[in-house]
T-cell receptor, first 112, second 117 residues
Framework: DQQVKQNSPSLSVQEGRISILNCDYT??????FLWYKKYPAEGPTFLIS?????DKNEDGRFTVFLNKSAKHLSLHIVPSQPGDSAVYFC???????????FGQGTRLTINP | EPEVTQTPSHQVTQMGQEVILRCVPI?????FYWYRQILGQKVEFLVS????????KSEIFDDQFSVERPDGSNFTLKIRSTKLEDSAMYFC???????????????FGEGSWLTVV
């Protein structure tokens, strides 16, 4: 089941620069997307979400972009900080459904 | 900030034994979920629960699994006869609204790490 894919298992970015995490999906029924951050031995923490009726949502240093025609979304973090080092999961859901479908995650490392 | 709490944080059990994982969802939430993550794999949906019944379950959630809300605060996942492949981190989650509602947030607990030997 590869409905949500994060093709980069890891990403390394210098502190202060922009981090861009990518996510692709195949199910055109998905209409709500979320990003979660996860530290080792902790549960996923909600970061930001976007509905399919929008193409951008911003919250502080975090911006999510959605390209519906390409079935692609991305999370931008700017400026990146050492505390942003974690695994980032993209998740998608059909509105009205119960089940979040997660990507494999991307491990982001912010280097000082 | 309110949080979902889970116990135990880590449990080791022998194959064939029954395990109960416990969760206290956020108090004003109505929708409850269990997810799991096998080491090195994706976070996978197991089951959702609303109004004292299962509202959706995945193919993973077979007859060995059950969920219960025994009182007003706890939400439990029972695995009747554990198998080696049940070893995973199990996450409880809760939300105020239906998972797929725009603008709704699903909050996850810190997880219970189950090791079946």
């Amino acid at each position: 089941d590869q409905q949500v894919k994060q093709n980069s298992p890891s990403l390394s970015v210098q502190e202060g620069r922009i981090s861009i995490l990518n996510c692709d999906y195949t199910n055109s029924m998905f209409d709500y997307f979320l990003w979660y951050k996860k530290y080792p031995a902790e549960g996923p923490t909600f970061l930001i979400s976007i509905s399919s009726i929008k193409d951008k949502n911003e919250d502080g240093r975090f911006t999510v972009f959605l390209n519906k025609s390409a079935k692609h979304l991305s999370l931008h973090i700017v400026p990146s900080q050492p505390g942003d080092s974690a695994v980032y999961f993209c998740a998608a859901i059909i509105q009205g459904a119960q089940k979040l479908v997660f990507g494999q995650g991307t491990r982001l490392t912010i280097n000082p | 900030e309110p949080e979902v709490t889970q116990t135990p944080s880590h449990q080791v059990t022998q194959m064939g034994q029954e395990v109960i994982l416990r969760c206290v969802p956020i108090s004003n939430h109505l929708y409850f979920y269990w997810y799991r993550q096998i080491l090195g794999q994706k976070v996978e949906f197991l089951v959702s629960f609303y109004n004292n019944e299962i509202s959706e379950k995945s193919e993973i959630f077979d007859d060995q699994f059950s969920v219960e809300r025994p009182d007003g605060s706890n939400f439990t996942l029972k695995i009747r006869s554990t198998k080696l492949e049940d070893s995973a981190m199990y996450f409880c989650a809760s939300s105020k609204l239906n998972a797929g509602t725009g603008g709704n947030t699903i909050y996850f607990g810190e997880g219970s790490w189950l090791t079946v030997v």
